[in-house]
């Protein structure tokens, strides 16, 4: 199946740095996704993104699909951006998502 | 965006019992998934589920261990049969929805946490 890879996998940062978090794929997809889960354990759609860039707030998120990877920038990090962010990709013609492992994300005041 | 709620939101079961867990969205959906997230994990997709159609299993998981039911398209369960403490876990429900115009874009329940002692 289709390996997604997220890095780096642990990440402390001290409230208002900025951050970039990677994620590669290993064939072709056409729905690539980022969630946010907070501490609580909830998960919350970032982004729908199978190409392009886009921007919400402190977050924007680029894929270059010829190139099999995704980028989320957090700017400007608050301690409410903490938790683990994951990315997760979909073949062609199927609508499952595959999951990488996540990037765990400490925000320190 | 789609609202999806889930019950129980957490409970604590014996080893050899069973746990059904409901979803319920506040729109009609096609697709819906279940997921398991295994403590300190990753999401794994178990099976997809569609209106008036048998569950679609990935590789690993069974109907037989995992039964789901999905009766309308609003709401679906996910049993999980004769437990043990290896599916002590957090149990999600997604939904998949397509008319907020971003796509495949899938929104995830609060989840079940789950302990099998």
């Known amino acids: 199946g289709i390996q997604v890879e997220q890095s780096p996998p642990d990440l402390i940062l001290q409230e208002g740095a900025n951050s970039t978090l990677r994620c590669n794929f290993s064939?072709?997809?056409?729905?690539l996704q980022w969630f946010h889960q907070n501490p609580w354990g909830q998960l919350i759609n970032l982004f729908y993104i199978p190409s392009g860039t886009k921007q919400n707030g402190r977050l924007s998120a680029t894929t270059v699909a010829t190139e099999r990877y995704s980028l989320l920038y957090i700017s400007s990090s608050q301690t409410t951006d903490s938790g683990v962010y994951f990315c997760a990709v979909g073949l062609y013609g199927n609508n499952r998502l595959a999951f990488g492992k996540g990037n765990q994300v400490v925000v320190i005041p | 965006s789609a609202v999806i709620s889930q019950k129980p939101s957490r409970d604590i079961c014996q080893r050899g019992t069973s746990l059904t867990i409901q979803c319920q969205v506040d729109?009609?959906?096609?697709?819906m998934f279940w997921y398991r997230q295994q403590p300190g994990q990753s999401l794994t997709l178990i099976a997809t589920?569609?209106?008036?159609?048998?569950?679609?299993?990935e590789s690993g998981f069974v109907i037989d261990k995992f039964p789901i039911s999905r009766p309308n398209l609003t709401f679906s369960t996910l049993t999980v049969s004769n437990m043990s403490p290896e599916d002590s876990s957090i149990y999600l429900c997604s939904v998949e929805d397509r008319t907020s115009g971003r796509g495949d874009t899938q929104y995830f329940g609060p989840g079940t946490r789950l302990t099998v002692l």
């Open positions: 589920a569609n209106q008036g159609s048998e569950a679609t299993y």
């Open positions: 064939d072709s997809v056409n729905n």
């Open positions: 729109s009609q959906v096609t697709m």
